[in-house]
């Protein structure tokens, strides 16, 4: 298989937080719902790039064109062609891959973008190639399954949030942090702020002053008082996303989608939270969470 995992776990120099460097290994596509899935962190060959369940009809695969598929050296891989150090992974690429439907009765269309880097032979390969991974997916792939039994205004932001997700995983964690909001909303937490009588406290706009996040999932505790620490983490995300979106980091916006995903199943299907959803809380938490970022080593 011309599949690589990538451990996304680079050196952080901004944070002064040093991880193990990255490293490739080989997997097999993930396999799920009748249908291989793009996964952020994988490396796909030109000739292995999967189809994906369709997010129009959930019943056929957007099957990539690979025959009549367009590459393309960038512009700056060429200037950087002509130095005398050139070195292999200076060569990048982009790739434009055409989707279709297999669902005859559906025959959604869609286009997939891809950027690639040339790899040095190694153990897993004899010959340098070239390996993409996807930057823009229309229509997105779900990341989570969107049920039936999800209220339709929280179902349309997850499937922003996918959207989103592969070329601005800021703006997918705002958009996450949104769906937690409509998420208490239909959970009937309150959102306006009242006096002792109950009365709606108004701005000097005249316009009603709204309740915190962090309050609302205080309140939301006395519902689900694990569906809302989980959600918290998600909170944490949404802010930093707002202020620093060039310090988020798709791996951890991965598992903060994950993470309401779960929370989702949990309330509205009845599903326990899945245990592995912890880790995603704690590793979400250790980079977002200010009590969290304290620990973070300092610089001397």
């Known amino acids: 298989w011309a599949i690589y995992h990538r451990h996304n776990m680079k050196n952080d120099f901004t944070h002064n937080v040093h991880k193990p460097c990255v490293h490739y290994s080989w997997v097999r596509p993930v396999y799920t719902q009748g249908s291989f899935i793009l996964k952020p962190g994988f490396l796909y060959s030109k000739q ?8 129009t009809c959930v019943k056929g695969k957007m099957l990539p064109d690979l ?15 002509k130095l005398d150090y050139w070195e292999e992974s200076f060569h990048k690429e982009m790739l434009r891959v055409d989707l279709s439907c297999t669902n005859g009765d559906c025959k959604e269309i869609g286009v997939l973008i891809l950027e ?5 032979p190694d153990e897993h390969q004899p010959e340098a190639e070239v390996l993409f ?17 999800y209220p339709d205004d929280i179902r349309k932001i997850a499937q922003e949030a996918f959207s989103l997700f592969w ?33 709606a406290m108004l701005s000097k706009k005249g316009r009603p002053k709204p309740i ?21 983490s998600i909170k944490w995300l949404g802010n930093e996303s707002s202020h620093s979106g060039a310090l988020i980091h798709q791996s951890v ?22 245990k ?25």
């Not at 991974?133 to 039994?149: D, V």
């Not at 996040?213 to 309140?219: G, M």
């Not at 006395?222 to 918290?232: T, W, Y």
């Open 48 to 55: 292995s790039i999967p189809a994906y369940l369709c997010p």
């Open 67 to 81: 025959e009549n598929c367009l590459c393309r050296q960038t512009g700056e891989s060429v200037l950087l062609s």
């Open 167 to 199: 070329n601005d995983p800021a703006s997918c964690g705002n958009k996450i942090r949104v769906g937690v909001e409509a998420l208490l909303n239909d959970q009937g937490v309150e959102k306006e702020r009242k006096d002792k009588n109950g009365i």
């Open 212 to 232: 915190m996040l962090h309050n609302r999932l205080e309140l939301f505790k006395n519902i689900s008082a694990a569906s809302a620490s989980a959600l918290e």
């Open 276 to 300: 592995e959803i912890n880790y995603s809380i704690e590793h979400v938490n250790f980079w977002y969470h200010p009590d969290k970022q304290k620990s973070w080593p300092q610089k001397t």
């Open 253 to 274: 916006v991965y598992k903060a989608v994950m993470i309401f995903g779960s929370v989702l199943a949990h309330l509205y299907s009845n599903q326990p939270i899945e």
């Open 116 to 120: 690639g880097e040339l790899y040095a």
């Open 133 to 149: 991974t996807p930057i823009y997916i229309n229509p997105a792939p779900q990341l989570f399954p969107l049920e039936a039994e």
